[in-house]
Every structure is written in C-alpha cells, then in structure tokens.
C-alpha cells in the first residue's frame, strides 16, 4: 500500500471550522478541528478512490 502526504489548510468561518486539501480540491467541515480534518481525510480517501490519478 502506497502513502501520501497532503496538506491540510484550516480556517474558520463563523463557528465551523474548515479544511482544505488544496493538491486534490477536498474541502469538508466540523464542529472541532479534529472532527474537520477527520472529515477531509475521508473525504479525500473517497475522492481518490474514484479518481485515483487525481493526487499526481
């Protein structure tokens, strides 16, 4: 099984916070920053799943 490292950019907006992968376009969202970047993880896995080539 292959590894990749990708970036995770964090901001909030309001109460929410936000997370970004800006090298595949994720982006997903949670109460905690925790939670967001959980979110983006598997919102990547699942992206890169169906596109695979898209990361490279």
């Not at 590894?3 to 905690?32: L, N, R, Y």
């Amino acid at each position: 099984m292959v590894t990749h490292t990708f970036t995770a950019v964090m901001h909030k907006e309001h109460d929410i916070c936000v997370a970004e992968c800006p090298e595949v376009g994720t982006v997903s969202q949670g109460a905690t920053i925790e939670e967001a970047l959980a979110n983006l993880r598997e919102a990547t896995e699942l992206y890169l799943e169906e596109f695979p080539c898209a990361a490279f």
